[in-house]
């Protein structure tokens, strides 16, 4: 696998892997009981942490990469078998 597929197969984990992170970040305001900003959704963040956010994405995206590696490299992802030639 050349280095630029390794980094593309990557990066869709690491967007995908945000779909499976946000969640968990559900505290809202009104949960937490602090003061309202005039215009705020009840529904909004208590607080946002995006670097905490992007770091625990980060780690998702490469532990299922890793994954996807193992199995890549053992033959058992192999490409010519999801795609109906093999």
């Known amino acids: 696998m050349n280095w630029t597929s390794a980094f593309a197969i990557y990066l869709l984990f690491w967007a995908l ?4 992170v946000l969640p968990f970040h559900g505290r809202r305001a009104s ?12 529904g909004a963040p208590a607080t946002f942490r ?6 625990q994405i980060t780690i998702v995206a490469t532990g299922l990469f890793v994954v996807y590696y193992i199995a890549f ?3 058992w ?3 010519e078998v999801f795609s109906g030639r093999g």
Do not use: C, E, Y
């Open 73 to 75: 490299t053992n033959g």
């Open 31 to 42: 949960d937490d009981n602090m003061p309202m900003v005039s215009g705020q959704d009840a």
């Open 77 to 79: 992802a192999d490409p």
């Open 17 to 20: 892997s945000a779909f499976l």
């Open 50 to 55: 995006p670097a905490r956010v992007l770091l």
